[in-house]
Every structure is written in C-alpha cells, then in structure tokens.
C-alpha cells in the first residue's frame, strides 16, 4: 500500500471524513486515514449513541406519562438490553454510511494509525502516503485526573457499554457529557448523584436555564453538589463510595457506579507530530487563523486544535482548511455563531452572546422571555417545561444570542444560529411568518418580547421600550443603555466629527535603529502588527457585509497589501496629504480615520467619514489629509499634482503621498501626471501598490514593462522597487524616499510588489489565477511573515497573536454593529455641503492640522 495525493486526512471523525469529502468535492486526489471506526468519536461514542440511548429514555418516560394522552399500557418497563442493541445499529448504519460516501465520493480509505514521518510523507504501519496537503483530524480521548480511586470510575466510552443501567449513578464533573448521562439515567430510574467543582453546573450555559434545568432533574429524584471538590473514591461493602468536600465540609455518596466525566483532552498519540515540526501546546495542536500547523503543508482541526469541541464546528473547521488548501476561499474560521446543545430533558441550546456576556463586554442589552407553556404546540406534545430567552443588542435590536431550554431546543436553536450568524434583527424574526402551531413560534415571541410586543403573554408594560434611554430598563427587565447610534439625533449626527482610531505611536524619525527587532521598539513593532491584523479582519468582515447586501456598489479589498498599506502610510508625517483610489478602506484605517466611520461609510450610513454619500469608493477625512478616491482607475493623479501644485505655492514642506493600483500606470493620465510634477519639480511620492493583477491580467501581459518603476525613468525620476510583503523594508525605505522629496521637492517613484489574496473586487470570482500562484504568495503572507520575525526575536508568541486576533475581532464585530445601528442620511439633507459655498458652515471640513 502506497499512494500519492493531493491530501491526506488523518482521523475519520466528523472533522476529518467531511474535509477528505470536501476536498474530494474540489477536485483533489484525496485519502483517509482511520485506526479504528469511520465517524471518530462522534458516531461510535459520542454524539450517536448517546442521543440513541436518551431517545429511548425519552420515549420511557413518555410511555410512563402516556395515561393522560389515552395511552394505555400495563407495567410499562425499560428494556436495557434492546436500548443498547437499537443504540448499536444506529450506529453501524451511520458509519456504513460514512464508509459509502467516502467511496462514493472517491476518497481512499486506509485502516491503521497514522505517523507524520517527513514532510509530505504520512507513514501507516510501514506502509507511506504521500500528501502535498496533510490535514491531522485526530481528535480527542477522554481526560484523566490523578484522583485516588479513578480506576474504580468509568469513562464515557465505558458507560456506553454497560450491561445493565446502574441502580445508583455518581457522576463527577457536570459539564455536558456528564449531564447527558445524569439525565439519561435519572429518566430511567437510577439515582443520580452529581458532584461539580465549579458554582454551577453546565457552566458555559445561561444561568437561568441551569436553574430550570437543575429543578427538573430535582424532580426526578437527581442531586446536584456545586462547589463540591472529590477526593477520593473507595470500595466499601461490595459497591463504590464516593468522598467530597463541598465548602469544607466533608460529605459522601454511595454509588454502583461512578462515571468520570472531567473533560476531553486532544489525542495525538503516536501521530509524532512535533518531530514532524509540528507545534504542540499543552497537547493541542498549534494553529494560526487559517488552521495551518507550524510545519509546511500541515493543517489541523476539530477537537486536536481545542477550542469548541464539537462535532459541528469539527465539521465547519475540515471545509474551511481544505477551501483554504484548495485556494478556492481564504477561510478564517467565525465561531460567533456556533450553536451548543445539551441533549438533557429537557433539552438545552444556546447561540451567540448571553446576557451576562454581554454585559461585562460593556454591551447595552434587551431582553426577551417567552415560555413554551404560553405555546400551542408545547402544549400539544405535553412538553411545556422550559423558555426562550433573546439576548439583544438595546440599540439596534440585532440578536446577539439565544438561549433555549425545553422541547426539541436544539432543534429550534437552528433559526436564532441563522439570525445571530447573519446579523438579524429581532424586527425581522418577528416579520418573518412563522408556522402555526409550531415550537419556533416560541423564538418569534421572544423577539416580539424582547420589544414589549409578545402577543401570546402579556407585556409587563405597553408600548416600546427606548432604546435611548440612558441606563433604563426594559419592560421585560434587561437593562436598556444609550444605543451606539442614535436614530433621534440624526441633525446631531450630521455636524459630528468623525471620529478617529489610533494607529501605532510613530517615531519622530524612521531608521533602521527604530525597526530593530529589539525590546525598546517592541511598543510600536506590535502596534504595526496590530494595525494589519485589524485592516485584515476589517477587510474580511466588509467582505461578508457585502455578500449580504449590506454594502452597495463595489467593494475592493486590500487583503494580503497590508504591509504595503501600514508600511507606506506610517512614513509619512501628520501634515503630509494622502491621495488615493478606491482599494482604500485599509488606507484610510492606516491612517487612523476610524473603522466605524469607514464601515458606516460603506453601509452608506450617515455617521461615515462622508456622511454616507461615498459608498465604498470615496473616503474621505480632511483632518487626517486624507482625499479618498475621486475617479476610477487612476483619476486622482492629476489631483494629486494639483494638491502639490498648492503645496508648494504655499511654500509649506509637506509631502502629498499618492497611492494607486499598477493598472492606473496604463492610462495617460499617469503619464501626464509623472511629467508635470517632473517638470515642475513637485512634492509629490508617487506611490504604486503593484498587487501584480490590473483587474484579471497578469501585470506583465498588460503592460509594456514588467517592472513598473521604471516607467517612472521615461521621467528622469529616481524610482525604486520595495517588497512590499516585507513590513520593516516598506516603511523604511518609504520613509527615506519621502524625506528626500521633502527636502528637495523633487517628485519620486516607488513600486511597492505585493499580491492580494482576493479578487480585484468582491464580486469577483477570481478564477484567472491558478491554485499554485495563489499557495506561492499565500506562503509569503505579510502578516505571517512579520509574526514570525517578532516570534523569533521573543518579542511577542503564539499565544500574544491569538489574543490580538481575538481583540482585533471583536472590535471589528462592534464596528459592524455600530454601522448597522447608524442611520441612514435623511434624503432631505442629500444636496447639503455639496458646493463650494456651503462649505463655510462646516468648519470642519476646512480643518487644518498644526
Ligand atoms: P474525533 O471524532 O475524535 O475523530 C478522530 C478520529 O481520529 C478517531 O476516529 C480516531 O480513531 C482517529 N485517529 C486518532 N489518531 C489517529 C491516527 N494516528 N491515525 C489514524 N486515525 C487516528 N459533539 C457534538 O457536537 N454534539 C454532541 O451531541 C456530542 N456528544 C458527545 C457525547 C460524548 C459522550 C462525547 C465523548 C463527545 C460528544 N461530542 C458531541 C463531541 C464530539 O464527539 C467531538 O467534538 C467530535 O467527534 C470531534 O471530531 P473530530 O473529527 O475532531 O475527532
């Protein structure tokens, strides 16, 4: 057995057999490794069997209850042993069923464990697999502690196979897996016990619902310790005693059996992953944003990467790496909307933001309650235990999460994933018509809640809550505060300045000394790398925005020039004047206009840095001598000679910096431009973002030389050429160029050669570059790149660029919600400022710096 492919998926779990089938989908000769079952720990002891057995509990318990619905049936009794043997066949017919997708779909399966062994090369017992890509989907085994006594307990996989259902359960740990199995076995009859370290059980779930939950397994004869730390577990008189101290005080249980339910860990095991240069952290895998590992062509996902583990986001992560690998997508992973059930009874599940959460991350919040006993449907099934719960955000209304726990919760968590993942509103939940009767009902009520509207209960008080009520509360008792933006203050809102961000502090001079990668310049060497980081996460986010509309026009992206953008746009002094073309976004957020201004502007929203009438091509702040993109495709040279032109009629020493795309070098305009400031000898750097693609041509087949800056010597003008990949270098020797023209007033060339990772706009389906170009440049990422370099001047870690990652996330995640909570520009005022003249009653627009 040996093979060559395009990839190799290590692990047949629910992260790995969708990634071999994804990237079977996309063309690449791809093959599995598994050494046990197809479905990995999801199909064979996880997901499915245990959502098979709690099915049959579920059932038992209905049957028991049936009288009432005119179900009749004598000593209705539970069958373990045909719980188990249904369980069973489940689960063979799902994996029967992986098997044949994977066949179907042409993947090549391989039975054995897998060793990383050199680079490209994956070793199954002796046996070698040849990948280009590798993607390690080993996910995780069950945790063990050093608690005395632990061979006595069982693990999850154990208790699967139990022969018969234990009489009394003591379960130690009470988060999902634990819970499941408390729930499952209280239904049946046992008498369960559940031991938690923390305050509360099921931690990660809305406090509410806990309550609502834990009263219900109360009721079923179940107890619940928090706060209870084991220390031991011992035999005593032929069955099992479990001790514990809950606040000091010691307390015991008695137990036929004891399930050790204390978490997962990632499973490496005999992968020899570090050997194959593969970072490991605390028995994780290392990834960065895309899921690469730290060894070349290695990617990794699901629960050996941490994070989520579940199968879903497992799922979610194997078709991003393998879009990403395929080069067909540049897939971040986004698990803000990653729903979590709990499959107890009742059923929990929960999406986005809780209340809590929301609230500590300074977030103002309405809240929406509706119980499933107020429900036709609930009350249909006998199952009107439980309650929606939405969280909102008080400005705006966007659902920022929900929080279920009753019949079929997750299911029903499927619609608020949707609104939460696609930024909805509770408005338009409600305007949605939902089926009648049916259990979403519930969520549409919680919305119309949420805005004092439910129809089915009654409001605490009519009427709608004010969203601009500074610090009130909600009728349905959330805490409502001053909305991002304000929809009353529109006249307000026009004479406010926009706003700016700040980018890294700047030396007062740029040398090689300051870009050092030593201690003393760590403050701003981060700073930079933060700056990329956030225009690249903004320029992902604009991205999604416009695939759902909420940007018109055309949307270009920067991604992959960051380097360029940051490094051009530092070396220039405050008083200094930036004339750009419509790639810009980045530009403008370089230069410290703030995102919310440039993404309202994009929205159209009137508190953009053009009150909404730019769009996505013009941005512009006169503070910040910022002139955004006046005309398509290099319109704006002349303009930039005529800024110059004024520059040194003024007599003043500041730089006008113009920025443009390689494909503005074709049109006359361009030439025009060179040879007067030439003649003239103005202040002016001519600044080429050469990305390499003129829209869908290649730079070299559109332009008579391939080298742009030398068409600058057609002009007897000092040119150079910088790798615009490479931070340091772009704003070094930027800066040297333009302190030159400073000084002389002689204009200069510089030909910055970076690449974007995207289509020359959003709607582009970038179909004219071939993979292996797009992996060349992908491997040469500016924003990888300098990471490396501060990682190996111990300046910053893996663990520093997770957290920017995640900061620079959800500032972005704010700037979205403050665009989307702006108001529009009142039509009204849509000629305003449009003339010279008015100009005189807008001081700020005339603002000068210094
Ligand atoms: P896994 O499913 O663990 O698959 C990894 C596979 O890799 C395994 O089959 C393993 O044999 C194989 N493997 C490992 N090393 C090698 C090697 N060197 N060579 C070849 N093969 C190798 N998640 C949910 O979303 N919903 C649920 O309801 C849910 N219920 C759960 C209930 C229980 C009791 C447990 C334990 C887990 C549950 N989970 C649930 C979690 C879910 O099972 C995991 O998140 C999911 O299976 C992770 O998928 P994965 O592909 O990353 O790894």
């Known amino acids: 057995m040996a093979g060559s492919f395009d990839v190799v998926v290590i ?48 059932l038992y318990t209905m049957a028991k209850d049936g009288a009432a619905f005119g179900l009749v049936a004598d000593n209705v009794g539970f069958d373990w042993a045909a719980a188990q043997k249904r369980k069973s066949s489940v689960v063979d017919q799902l994996v029967k069923g992986v098997e044949g997708l994977l066949k179907a779909g042409s993947v090549t399966s391989y039975r054995g464990s897998a060793r990383l062994a050199g680079k490209g090369v994956v070793d199954v017992g002796g046996d070698q697999l040849h990948g280009k890509d590798i993607i390690i989907a080993t996910g995780s085994a069950v945790a063990r502690i050093p608690l005395p006594g632990a061979d006595l307990t069982i693990d999850s996989d154990q208790i699967l196979e139990l022969k018969e259902a234990p009489r009394r359960l003591a379960v130690i740990g009470g988060g999902v897996v634990g819970m499941e199995f408390a729930a499952m076995f209280a239904a049946l009859g046992s008498k369960v016990t559940v031991l938690e370290m923390l305050p509360q059980v099921l931690a990660m779930v809305d406090a509410d619902l806990v309550t609502a939950y834990s009263k219900h397994l109360a009721s079923l004869g179940a107890e619940i310790h928090t706060n209870s730390k084991v220390s031991e577990v011992v035999k005593q008189n032929g069955s099992l005693l479990v001790r514990f101290s809950t606040g000091g005080e010691g307390g015991a249980v008695g137990a036929d059996q004891v399930l050790l339910a204390v978490g997962r860990v990632p499973y490496t095991q005999g992968l020899e992953a570090e050997k194959a240069g593969v970072k490991l952290e605390r ?27 579940l199968a879903h986001v497992a799922s979610y992560e194997g078709v991003c790496a393998v879009e990403n690998i395929a080069g067909h997508a540049n897939r971040v992973p986004d698990y803000h909307a990653a729903p979590n059930c ?111 509207r439910a129809i089915h209960i009654a409001n605490r008080k009519s009427g709608l809550p004010n969203p601009a009520a500074s610090g009130g509360t909600s009728p349905q008792g959330g805490e409502v505060s001053t909305p991002t933006a304000n929809m009353q203050n529109r006249g307000e809102k026009m004479s406010a300045p926009v706003k700016s961000s700040s980018p890294p502090p700047t030396p007062s001079a740029i040398n090689p000394k300051v870009l050092e990668l030593t201690k003393n310049n760590r403050e701003f060497l981060l700073g930079m790398h933060r700056q990329m980081q956030l225009i690249r996460r903004f320029e992902e986010r604009a991205q999604e925005q416009y695939t759902k509309a909420k940007i018109g026009g055309y949307c270009h992206l920067n991604i992959g020039e960051e380097a360029t953008v940051v490094g051009g746009i530092l070396a220039l002094k405050a008083n200094d004047w930036i004339f750009t073309s419509y790639r810009e976004h980045g530009h403008a957020i370089a230069r410290g206009v703030d995102p919310k201004a440039v993404m309202a502007e994009l929205f159209g929203k009137e508190t953009g840095t053009s009150h909404g009438r730019g769009g996505s091509m013009h941005l512009v702040d006169y503070g ?7 005309g398509i495709v290099g319109g704006h040279l002349p303009l930039a000679v005529g800024g110059a032109w004024a520059v040194k009629y003024r007599k003043q020493k500041d730089v006008i910096f113009c920025m443009f795309g390689d494909g503005a070098t074709n ?136 957290n920017v990652r995640q900061e620079v996330d959800a500032e972005v995640r704010d700037v979205i919600e403050f665009a989307d909570a702006s ?11 449009t003339y010279a003249g008015q100009w005189d009653n807008r001081p700020e627009l005339r603002a000068e710096r210094v």
């Open 624 to 630: 910040r001598r910022f002139m955004g993109g006046y």
């Open 667 to 802: 049109i006359g305009a361009f030439h025009e431009s060179l040879n007067m400031a030439k003649v003239f000898e103005l202040p002016v750097v001519w600044f080429c973002v050469n990305n390499r693609y003129g829209m869908g041509t290649p730079v070299e087949k559109a332009s008579a030389v391939a080298d742009i800056y030398k068409k600058a010597c057609a002009y007897d003008m000092e040119s150079i050429q910088i790798d615009g990949m490479n931070l340091r270098e772009v704003l070094l020797r930027t800066s040297e160029i333009v302190e030159k023209t400073r000084k002389d007033s002689v204009p200069r060339f510089i030909e910055s050669l970076c690449y974007r990772f995207r289509g020359h706009s959003v709607v582009d389906p970038d179909k004219y570059r071939s993979a292996e170009d797009k992996e060349k440049y992908r491997k040469a990422d500016p924003i990888v790149a300098f990471e490396h370099e501060l990682e190996e001047s111990g300046l910053a870690d893996e663990e520093y660029f997770k």
């Open 11 to 58: 692990g047949g779990g629910p992260g790995g057999y969708v990634a071999a089938l994804r990237a079977a989908q996309l063309g690449a000769k791809t093959a599995i490794v598994e050494k046990d079952r197809m479905g990995g720990t999801c199909l064979v002891r996880g997901c499915i069997p245990t959502k098979a057995l709690l099915q049959s509990s579920e």
């Open 342 to 452: 709990v499959y107890t009874d009742p059923e929990i599940a929960h999406v986005g933001l809780g209340e809590k959460e929301a609230k500590e991350k300074g977030i103002a919040v309405k809240i929406g309650r509706f119980p499933f006993a107020a429900a036709g449907r609930a009350l249909t099934l006998g199952q009107t235990e439980g309650f929606v719960k939405v969280v909102a955000d008080a400005g705006s209304g966007q659902l920022l999460g929900a929080h279920i726990i009753g019949p079929r919760a997750t299911d029903l968590i499927a619609e608020a994933a949707l609104a939460v993942q696609n930024g909805l509103t509770l408005e338009q939940i409600d305007l949605t018509i939902h089926a009648h009767p049916t259990l979403p009902e519930s969520l549409m009520e919680a919305a119309l809640a949420a805005q004092g």
């Open 283 to 309: 028995g994780r895998v290392v990834v960065d944003d895309h899921l690469h590992t730290t060894a070349d062509g290695v990617w990794a996902i699901g629960d050996v990467i941490g994070g989520i583990m």
């Open 823 to 833: 108001p529009d520009p009142n039509p009204s005022d849509l000629y305003k400022y």
